[in-house]
């Protein structure tokens, strides 16, 4: 299947080519920082950690408010060892967002746009050249969301796998991410997917 998305030029991470990913955030009262951790579900390996290495003092203090959802934010993924494999950038967000992804070199990938009026949450991923791939769209109630284009579904998040135990999905921002095995391994569409999951919380939560 031939998916209208938008090739990279063979370069991609190999952390970036798995079809399934379980996002665990870490937990804590005072936490101010989206921090997860990725696992490959198959073999429980922890293989990319995702921080806001940068965060500054105002940001923190915001984060604890009602303006949490206007705040900026800088997210890096990186290997274990230390590797960047992207970022994900956001500016202050007066009424909608628009995030910037960019892969381990600083050259942008893609962004996410939030669409007006959207029920439930709704933002489209889009290419560096701002062409639209796809739309991510779900209900928040029920944390279950798909990536779509057109009648395809390219991927999905949702907080129900029958391959983890019910002790990994707590209160905390857990995540089962599920790529189309369709999807090209060296698809940006897969950057642009993994990213999207680490700022839903920041762009979407009411």
Same mark, same amino acid.
Not at 21 to 44: C, L, R, W
Not at 152 to 179: H, P, R
């Given at each position: 299947?031939?998916?209208? =998305?938008?090739?990279?030029?063979?370069?991609?991470?190999?952390?970036?080519?798995?079809?399934?990913?379980?996002? &665990?955030?870490?937990?804590?009262?005072?936490?101010?920082?989206?921090?997860?951790?990725?696992?490959?579900?198959?073999?429980?390996?922890?293989?990319? %950690?995702?921080?806001?290495?940068?965060?500054?003092?105002?940001? &923190?203090?915001?984060?604890? /408010?009602?303006?949490?959802?206007? /705040?900026?934010?800088?997210? %890096?993924?990186? =290997?274990?060892?230390?590797?960047?494999?992207?970022?994900?950038?956001?500016?202050?967000?007066?009424?909608?967002?628009?995030?910037?992804?960019?892969? %381990?070199?600083?050259?942008?990938?893609?962004?996410?746009?939030? &669409?007006?009026?959207?029920?439930?949450?709704?933002?489209?991923?889009?290419?560096?050249?701002?062409?639209?791939?796809? /739309?991510?769209?779900?209900?928040? =109630?029920?944390?279950?969301?798909?990536?779509?284009?057109?009648? /395809? %579904?390219?991927?999905?998040? =949702?907080?129900?796998?029958?391959?983890?135990? &019910?002790?990994?999905?707590?209160?905390?921002?857990?995540?089962?991410?599920?790529?189309?095995?369709?999807?090209?391994?060296?698809?940006?569409?897969?950057?642009?997917?993994?990213?999207?999951?680490?700022?839903?919380?920041?762009?979407?939560?009411?």
């Amino acid at each position: 299947m031939d998916f209208n =998305t938008t090739k990279g030029e063979g370069n991609m991470h190999p952390s970036l080519r798995n079809n399934q990913y379980f996002v &665990k955030e870490h937990v804590g009262m005072f936490k101010s920082a989206n921090n997860y951790d990725i696992f490959d579900p198959q073999t429980n390996q922890k293989i990319l %950690e995702c921080r806001e290495p940068n965060l500054g003092f105002f940001t &923190k203090l915001l984060r604890f /408010t009602d303006y949490k959802k206007m /705040t900026p934010f800088n997210i %890096e993924i990186r =290997t274990s060892d230390g590797q960047l494999v992207c970022s994900v950038k956001r500016g202050i967000s007066i009424f909608l967002s628009k995030v910037d992804v960019s892969d %381990e070199n600083g050259s942008i990938v893609g962004h996410f746009k939030q &669409k007006l009026f959207s029920i439930g949450g709704k933002f489209e991923v889009l290419s560096a050249e701002n062409a639209i791939l796809c /739309t991510l769209q779900g209900k928040w =109630t029920s944390w279950d969301f798909r990536f779509i284009q057109g009648n /395809t %579904e390219l991927a999905s998040v =949702t907080k129900k796998w029958a391959g983890l135990g &019910k002790e990994l999905f707590t209160s905390a921002d857990n995540y089962m991410l599920s790529i189309n095995d369709s999807v090209d391994k060296d698809d940006n569409i897969r950057t642009l997917v993994l990213a999207s999951v680490m700022c839903i919380d920041m762009v979407l939560k009411e």
